[in-house]
């Protein structure tokens, strides 16, 4: 079994490398973090990364802004319709009062994990092979189960776990 190869650098070398060691190292599955951010996320579309399990930590907070911008270019669209598998959101909240942790020797009981997470179900592969906006992406994925972050947010806020400013700075 072929070992880790991590490429030392910074992630704007590393931007630039991934692909070409993915394919010497004949990688089943490639994990960058923190390497495509912004704009140059779509490089997760390239041609390299087809066949192989990408695992791509992101900037981009808004899981539909992100699938619409992949799915700008005409040409991207039906590599993103058949490669996406899932996107996780997660947030690590501060929490105010509310049950113990379950793990008694936790070292953060002031803290909680929020996810998103969204699979990717055949109307929505058929949103993206048409370039649909987010809007309609959102509302493809909430017809199949999908619970958005926010919506989650505004439950704990309800519940007074908390804080509404808190709850606010995890969706900008």
Do not use: Y
């Not at 907070?61 to 799915?71: G, K, N, R, Y």
């Not at 997660?90 to 942790?101: D, I, K, S, T």
């Not at 592969?125 to 919506?151: M, N, S, V, Y």
């Amino acid at each position: 079994m072929p070992a880790e190869v991590n490429v030392p650098g910074s992630a704007a070398e590393a931007a630039q490398v991934w692909a070409g060691a993915a394919l010497a190292q004949c990688a089943d599955i490639v994990v960058l973090d923190g390497v495509l951010t912004g704009a140059a996320v779509t490089a997760a579309l390239s041609p390299e990364a087809a066949g192989r399990m990408l695992l791509v930590r992101t900037d981009w907070t808004d899981t539909f802004a992100l699938l619409e911008h992949l799915a700008e270019r005409a040409q991207d669209r039906a590599a993103l319709a058949d490669r996406l598998r899932f996107v996780v959101q997660q947030r690590l909240l501060r929490v105010e009062g509310g049950p113990a942790p379950q793990n008694a020797s936790a070292l953060l009981r002031d803290r909680r994990a929020v996810f998103e997470v969204l699979f990717a179900e055949e109307s929505l592969r058929k949103a993206l092979r048409a370039g649909e906006p987010a809007a309609r992406l959102e509302a493809c994925a909430e017809a199949a189960g999908f619970r958005p972050l926010a919506r989650q947010l505004e439950a704990l806020v309800a519940a007074g776990s908390v804080s509404a400013t808190e709850a606010a700075s995890h969706l900008a």
